[in-house]
């Protein structure tokens, strides 16, 4: 069974930084799956935000936090990182880590093609 489990959110103000992790149960879980971060804002479905694949050396990122965010991880930790920064009131959403089959996919359904997921951390953004 994979644990995953997120940290880090926070209440903050716009322009400001955060950084998440998510420490995994197994190392071998962030090769064996492409590693994403997905969002859902307040009463919508869940966004596709960052990926990273399973050799680390492909990021995707979503339009919307491109040049603000930066995925990374730590194989050593068992670490996904999700670098947030010049963060706005539109980036306030539930954070999800998940271990998935390809680092991005602009498919409706790709959350629930992941196959684990941890149980999220908050994040809001005051203006």
């Known amino acids: 069974q994979v644990q995953m489990v997120e940290s880090g959110g926070g209440s903050v103000q716009s322009g400001d930084s955060l950084r998440l992790s998510c420490v995994v149960s197994?190392?071998?879980?962030?090769?064996?799956?492409?590693m994403v971060w997905f969002r859902q804002p307040p009463g919508k479905e869940h966004e596709f935000v960052a990926g990273v694949n399973r050799a680390a050396l492909r990021k995707y990122y979503a339009e919307s936090v491109q040049g603000r965010f930066r995925i990374s991880r730590d194989d050593a930790k068992r670490t996904l990182y999700l670098q947030m920064n010049s963060l706005k009131p539109e980036d306030t959403a539930g954070y999800y880590c998940?271990?998935?089959?390809?680092?991005?996919?602009?498919?409706?359904?790709?959350?629930?093609?992941?196959?684990?997921w941890g149980q999220g951390t908050q994040v809001t953004v005051s203006s």
């Open positions: 998940a271990a998935c089959p390809d680092a991005y996919s602009s498919s409706s359904s790709f959350f629930n093609d992941c196959d684990y």
């Open positions: 197994r190392r071998t879980v962030l090769t064996d799956y492409a």
